[in-house]
């Protein structure tokens, strides 16, 4: 997953239930997650107990460059305690296109068929047989 989401260049921000006790510097599987976060410039906030047997579970990580302030450990809710944080993320800007349609709804089916009719490019076709595509346009709009 964070070979995946480590491409783009949007914040990050992962919470949850990690089951890994980040908090004892002796856990071989809490080293290895620190390094793997560490690889991918990542780096995880809490740093006090958020289950009721006094581990560390619960985790905020985030790319090293976003800030998260006032996070502290709330009451437990369960075996696990609830954590709060805040950070400032941008909110992507959004690139406005601007499109152009035809209302088809109102398109009259026999003003067309009748313009159609009318076309100099519906007449005898052998003298448009050896005209460009802009050549044939530039007929159209003599006519």
Not at 66 to 93: N, Q
């Amino acid at each position: 997953m964070l070979e995946r989401i480590a491409v783009h260049s949007c914040p990050i921000v992962i919470c949850g239930d990690f089951n890994t006790h980040v908090d004892q510097t002796d856990d071989v599987h809490a080293v290895r997650f620190g390094q793997l976060l560490q690889s991918f410039g990542l780096v995880q906030h809490v740093n006090e107990p958020t289950h009721s047997a006094g581990h560390t579970l619960d985790l905020v990580i985030t790319r090293t460059d976003t800030e998260v302030t006032d996070l502290h450990v709330g009451d437990m809710i369960s075996d696990h305690a609830l954590v709060f944080f805040y950070t400032r993320l941008k909110k992507p800007r959004s690139d406005t296109q601007l499109i152009a349609s035809r209302a088809w709804r109102r398109l009259s089916h026999d003003a067309f068929a009748s313009d159609l009719s009318e076309s100099r490019l519906c007449g005898d076709t052998t003298e448009l047989a050896d005209m460009s595509a802009d050549d044939l346009g530039t007929y159209i709009d003599e006519s």
